[in-house]
């Protein structure tokens, strides 16, 4: 079992090695970014205690961000709560855009166990969970309103 400085360095190893992709670090938080598509796929570490034997535990949690600026409405909540959760890879949740006071940020979310991770899990999960939000962002954006990653740029 790993620790998360162990699986950090074990995910950003597979990411820039076998899967061939151009990372960047910032604390403990791994970016992805790809010139075709309007997110990118953040990741992070989070200690899950101990096992049975005593060895440390981690999470490793796979996110996009799919809008900003959303209007919090009843019919965003309701999308949210009938459909957010039905993916394979990933579930929708709403934040507080914390830039934009009184609107909501969305953000695609998934969850892996880091002490077994190998590389086809970790690619299987990250380029699904990036499709899907590539595609659901613009989705939202029409039905919603809310700014896209790429619409910052």
Do not use: C
Not at 9 to 31: C, D, E, N
Not at 131 to 137: E, I, N, V, W
Request: glycine share 8%.
């Amino acid at each position: 079992m790993a620790d998360v400085d162990m699986t950090m360095i074990k995910v950003q190893r597979l990411l820039t090695g076998p899967m061939g992709l151009r990372i960047s670090l910032q604390g403990s938080t791994i970016t992805v970014t790809f010139t075709d598509s309007s997110t990118r796929v953040n990741i992070n570490f989070t200690d899950w205690g101990q096992n049975k034997a005593g060895d440390a535990s981690t999470l490793v949690g796979i996110s996009a961000p799919l809008l900003w600026e959303v209007e919090p409405t009843p019919a965003v909540f309701e999308w949210i709560a009938r459909n957010g959760g039905k993916f394979y890879f990933g579930h929708v949740t709403a934040y507080d855009d914390s830039d934009a006071p009184g609107k909501l940020f969305l953000n695609m979310s998934h969850t892996l166990l880091g002490d077994y991770l190998d590389e086809e899990e970790l690619h299987w999960a990250l380029y699904s969970l990036l499709q899907t939000a590539d595609k659901l962002d613009d989705e939202l954006k029409e039905k919603f309103g809310g700014k896209r990653l790429s619409d910052f740029a």
